[in-house]
């Protein structure tokens, strides 16, 4: 029905367990000056047997000379099985182990299952004094358990340790009866053992990539983000030069996403749509630029003279709760796996300009930073029109470009040249093109899945 | 009022006597030869009642009638919680004059004892007697003259068997659990012990060999391999 055939012999490993608590016990008889005269071996039988076996065996020749093996002994017998529902452990929690034989896959096994097995001991003696020995020997023992650590399942290396339980203790005497009936000294010790059922064990390949959605804040750490309706008047806030909005005390950042509508009756800003969703840019404390992109560019407002009034709304549920996708850069290693890039921020290309005296690239500004760069870019200036290329490289630190040296200034430039950077190393790389035995493994950048959908 | 003194035919010690000899003839005619092996208490437990240290001794040689001629009575071979059971009941008759010259002579008993053993050769077992019934035929001429002993199967729990008879003795060997039977002496006669006053036992010679019953080996090579023995569980005995 579970479509798995397996079987660990956990049962037959928890009899040999409780048979070997008692099978080396020995009994001193001593005389009357107190010298040991026989040192008993008390043996041990697990009593369920099949009969017909038992008997070719125990009495092969039906010529025993004895009614009973030799007393002292001791006998076992598992009992009842009982569900422990106060040691239920995770049903879904694994244990997973390499698998040597293919070291391309693990095996696990999920959480057992916890039962109590009961299990009777019973002393047969001839002699109340040799079952006391016996009985003194083992009580002491259990408190009321004795706990032992045994490896149930080595195929997952799963050790356990397992307490049997002393609960009760019963001496049985039948010397009141008939002359006839032979008489029986039985202590009888009832176990209970905490075992563990366990189920099969698994192999899986080991998980070399993850594609995995969740929900993050666009804010990290901002998980409460009040939604908010801001009133802007076009002819006081805006300026339609350099497209800034004027907000005072305004609360957006970068990458926010808002959405424009102008007031009943009202002209729409020119440059912006009512209705229409932007992305914050270039926020600072005194007010903030829109963009149709997140982190693109700026959206060109060409009039805002008219003092109309619109709205600025940050919309709670799109903005705290947003759909990212994970992906993963091919080919990096542990050693230079990056950490999860911070406020969703993708990937830009640095960018730089150059300046040149007499012909020669004498310095180049960085203007971009950029973000997401794991090795050095290469830094490439454009043709000298009568002399050499100019070259640089550049150094990065934290995933940005932090310095270019100039290694050639090159010659022969009567403007200056174009400065081109190598792009992040940090490409994504759809998922149905990852190989499951390329090199991935790491987040390194987070999309955002409005931006994947063309929502 | 007495009985009449004419029919009186309780007191006749000749009439008694033949009966006596009757009787015995008749135990020599349908009897068997057994061996009877009377229990030597050398440790008695006033308390719990019971000597473990008891031998077997001496063996004499007697006749005795069985009277379960339809074979053995009891509760016969069954298997219970300690292996096969052979609970197998015999009832012997033994002359009482006969009782007193083969054993009473030598051991002081003025009748059969419970616990004492009666080797019966035909069927190569030793039974131990339950009950001793002095009443058996019940005062016939006004005297009895037999003892009934009811006995089952001997039940060996390690007993020192030195009757000289191999038969008998053999079963010390084949059942006896004592390992100092296979432990080394010195020149004095003192067991050799280790530093942990342990005793050394010849190797190979493991007693629970001998008992067919016995798991211990077993068990212990089974629990060997799940039992851990290791720096978290210095204890154990296993060898993983």
Redesign the interface.
Known sequence: MFGQTFYHSLI??YV??V??LF??I?IE?T??TNT????????????P?D?MF??V????GL???????????I?F?IGQMAYDGSRKLNTVTRTVVEDPTTPDKRKYQYNPVPYNIEFKV?V???????ASKIVEQILPYFTPDWT?????VPEVEM?MDIPVILDSINYSDNYDE???K?RAIIWSLDLTLKGYLYGPVKSSAIIKFANTNFYIPKRIGDYDLQEEVLTVISGKNVNSTTDFITIKNQPFVNGDYLVYANADGNSQITGLTSGSKYYVVQANSTGIKLSTERYGGTVDITYASSNTTSTLRRNSASNTAVAERVTVQPGLTSNNKPTVFGNNQLFVTATANASIENGVVSYVTIDEDGYGYIDNPTVTFSASPSGNTATATANVSEYRVVKLNITSGGSGYTSAPTVTISAPDGVTVPFSQIEEDDNYGYVISIYNWEELNGE | MTTNFFFNNFNSSQEQLLLENLVIESIKIYGHDVYYIPLTRTSYDDIYGEDDQAAYNSAHFMEMYIKSIDGFSGDGEFMSRFGIEIRNQVVFSMAQRIFSQEVGTFTDQVRPNEGDLIYFPLNDRCFEIKFVNKYEMFYQLGALQTWEVTCELFEYSNETFNTGIPEIDIIQSKFSMNALDFSIKDEVDDYLVTEDSEYIILEGKAVDDLIPADDSDEIQQESDNIVLFSSEDPFSEGNI
């Open positions: 037959r490993k040999a367990l048979g070997t099978n080396d020995y008889r005389d009357s040991v005269t026989k040192f008993i071996k008390v043996p041990i039988t697990y009593a047997k009969k038992a008997r065996i125990q009495d092969s010529d025993r000379e004895t009614a009973v093996m030799p007393l002292p002994m006998s017998e019973y047969y003696a001839n002699h109340s004094e040799d032992t650590t045994v490896q149930l050790i008939a002359y006839t032979r």
